[in-house]
């Protein structure tokens, strides 16, 4: 059974920084992508950011230029660090990992950004 188990959320000024942290347990090896999404009060689940096993990164344009998603494949870990956060930002963060046709997430971090 895969698990996600996602960390570093917290409360944060705004300008400040935070990072996330997803470890990856389970039958999975190597996923094709794994990534950030966020999802606020109210809204959809939106992309953060991702990366794929050869190291292409892809960021939402809100977040280009602060944030920065890293890899670790021999820890199964996929990180985010977030940089000059602003209040826009509040949000749950989930992580996201994908092999082959499956799909899995973890239960969420939830950052809060004051102003």
């Known amino acids: 059974q895969v698990q996600l188990v996602e960390s570093g959320g917290g409360l944060v000024q705004a300008g400040g920084s935070l990072r996330l942290s997803c470890a990856v347990s389970?039958?999975?090896?190597?996923?094709?992508?794994m990534g950030w999404y966020r999802q606020a009060s109210g809204n959809q689940r939106d992309l953060v950011a991702t990366?794929?096993?050869?190291?292409?990164?892809l960021y939402s344009d809100s977040v280009k230029g602060r944030f920065t998603i890293s890899r670790d494949s021999a820890k199964s870990t996929v990180s985010l660090q977030m940089n000059s956060l602003k209040p826009e930002d509040i949000a749950v963060y989930y992580c996201?990992?994908?092999?082959?046709?499956?799909?899995?997430w973890g239960r969420g971090t939830q950052v809060t950004v004051s102003s």
């Open positions: 996201k990992v994908v092999r082959s046709l499956y799909v899995y």
């Open positions: 389970g039958n999975i090896f190597s996923p094709d992508v």
């Open positions: 990366i794929t096993r050869t190291g292409n990164t």
